[in-house]
């Protein structure tokens, strides 16, 4: 079985003055991850649709899905976790606990926050985690990345053609996944900046999926001001 | 939801735009397999008016398709339904006027977006059901075959009863579709086929008869005639079957010309003929199509000699490699597999 899993935990607090889940802005007269959802909706490989939701927002959010997708029993709406690798572990509980949970049981995770992911980046997810177990959508990377380990003066320059833009979808054999993030130490656990980390650090796979340059996650309000503009709204509205 | 659209912006230019689609009274299909037509050639080449050119660009091209069904609120099909799309929108009720001829009906890939988008919000009256077992390459150029199909059916409501012969001119895919379609509709009429090609029409292998226009006998004489030419090829297949129809006779004109053709009236005053002329096609004609895959398997099996290219479409840019590659066929129709 697939399940969609759209990571909404976060409080949207890089998007300056907003008093709100930056999610649940809009575009279009839409909440953002009304939009995130419908793809998801349309495509016909998922068992179940789970949204984390932060604790606080769970009612809002199976409000607004009534609202704009109505009475929908394909959506689950559950609480997210104190880190994102919590809250997928929070849906896979879940999956376990209701579906069932077995080696091929796929999760497709998401950021609630990228509306415009495609039927294409979705579709090579799902045949990807079934193929190889682990994929993680990405663009070739535009500019020259720089590290710095002391945010003072440049330690490296990776060669930009090895360097790729992580976006998600990121999606999983669920199992393994969970069974390896348990295996993990607090330690390693701090430094993980999102899934795909919790196999790679302990040398599994991850295939590449080609993302989009417009799959682009809303984080700053330059990211809504170009979401809206791709979306041809006028600027006032 | 948020639906990605490739339109053609200028001739050879794609671009990617975004459109809000509801999911609330119409139907949700997955575009799976897009049929490139000529008239979509002559945007994206940008053979039309610069004018026409000029008002309906950026537009999505492509109004033969088939896909599956993601969505639809009136139960009328289950999600994964394969259908074929409709691309005539008829906007409203005539008793006497055909949907497809009416001017306030509206046609996709030329009054509004074609199917290339990732989506596609249409009506389920703009849907019709396929076989689950259906050749979806055969199936995505459907709408072109129901073309046929229309003008056959309105050629038995107009032209006399004597129907011993009835001749096509052209070797091209409208003609190969309509002669195929003749001998199956009419199994008694003897289908001659009328070509400049030597090797296209040896494909005619169920027509009765294949004649090269620059070998056709003085004295061979046809009772009714199917035009798929087209372009600066019209005048002279008109002039030959004015010559070679027997009077009373009812000439149906297919083919498509961006100019004023001249034709030998007196010939036609002379003989008596009906000519009519046929464009698109309607629910009821794309109906008929299916049904006849249904009833004859063989029907499908000659369609497949027509397809010339297989894309599969995975990204922006193979959009413009399967129009490319469109451009350097000789005959057969371009299919997009379309994964975008």
């Known amino acids: 079985m697939v399940f969609s899993v759209i990571l909404a935990g976060g409080t949207g607090n890089r998007m300056g003055n907003t008093d709100k889940p930056k999610q649940f802005l809009t575009i279009k007269d839409k909440p953002i991850i009304i939009h995130t959802i419908e793809k998801f909706m349309a495509h016909p490989s998922f068992e179940k649709i789970i949204v984390l939701s932060p604790e606080m927002w769970i009612e809002h959010t199976k409000r607004i899905i009534s609202k704009y997708i109505g009475e929908c029993n394909k959506i689950v709406v559950i609480s997210g976790g104190e880190t994102r690798n919590e809250t997928i572990m929070n849906a896979i509980d879940y999956i376990e606990d209701n579906h069932g ?31 190889y177990g682990a ?5 070739p990377a535009t500019d020259t990345i720089v590290e710095s380990t002391d945010s003072t003066v440049i330690s490296t320059i990776p060669e930009r053609k090895n360097m790729y833009q992580g976006q998600t979808p990121q999606s999983f054999k669920a199992k393994n996944l969970r069974d390896i993030y348990r295996g993990l130490t607090d330690r390693q656990k701090d430094i993980l900046t999102d899934a795909a980390k919790i196999l790679v650090i302990k040398g599994e796979d991850v295939r590449l999926v080609p993302g989009e340059t417009y799959n682009i996650k809303i984080t700053y309000p330059y990211d809504l001001k170009i979401a809206k503009s791709l979306l041809e709204e006028e600027e006032n509205d | 939801m948020i639906n990605t659209i490739y339109r053609l912006s200028a001739p050879r230019r794609f671009e990617i735009d975004f459109e809000d689609i509801s999911f609330s ?9 897009l049929s490139i037509c000529n008239a979509d050639q002559r945007y994206y080449q940008g053979t039309r008016d610069a004018k026409v050119l000029k008002e309906k660009l950026p537009m999505a091209l492509i109004h033969e398709g088939v896909g599956e069904v993601v969505y639809d609120k009136s139960g009328t099909f289950k999600c994964g339904d394969k259908v074929v799309m409709i691309p005539n929108i008829p906007t409203q009720n005539d008793d006497i006027i ?13 009054s509004t977006d074609g199917f290339m988008s990732e989506y596609v919000e249409i009506s389920a009256q703009r849907l019709v059901k396929l076989p689950d077992n259906i050749n979806l390459n055969v199936a995505a150029f459907t709408e072109i075959v129901s073309v046929s199909v229309h003008a056959i059916s309105r050629f038995d409501n107009i032209a006399h009863n004597r129907r011993n012969t009835i001749g096509v001119w052209g070797d091209g895919n409208l003609a190969f579709i309509t002669s195929l379609f003749l001998k199956k509709m009419f199994s008694d009429v003897k289908v001659c086929v009328f070509g400049i090609s030597r090797e296209k029409l040896s494909d005619f292998s169920f027509a009765d008869e294949t004649y090269l226009t620059t070998e056709i006998p003085e004295n061979l004489r046809i009772d009714h005639a199917f035009e798929c030419v087209g372009a600066n090829g019209s005048p002279v297949a008109i002039e030959q079957i004015i010559k070679h129809i027997h009077p009373e006779g009812t000439i149906s004109i297919l083919g498509v010309s961006e100019y004023p053709v001249p034709i030998n009236t007196r010939m036609i005053l002379e003989k008596g003929l009906r000519i009519f002329g046929t464009s698109r096609s309607g629910r009821a004609d794309f109906e008929k199509t299916v049904e006849l895959y249904e009833q004859y398997p063989e029907i499908v099996r000659f369609l497949t000699h027509i397809i010339g290219n297989v894309v599969e479409v995975n990204s922006f840019a193979d959009t413009k490699k399967a129009f490319e590659l469109d451009t350097q066929k000789a005959f057969g129709k371009t299919i997009m597999h379309w994964n975008i």
């Open chain 1, 101 to 131: 949970l077995d080696d091929d049981t796929i999760i497709v995770t998401h950021d609630s926050v990228r509306p415009f992911v495609t039927h294409r980046i979705i579709e090579e997810n799902i045949a990807a985690a079934k193929k």
């Open chain 1, 135 to 139: 994929c993680d959508t990405v663009i």
């Open chain 2, 25 to 33: 009274n119409n139907c949700i299909v997955r575009p799976t397999h």
């Open chain 2, 98 to 110: 055909a949907e497809n001829y009416r001017e306030s009906s509206k046609f996709c890939a030329s």
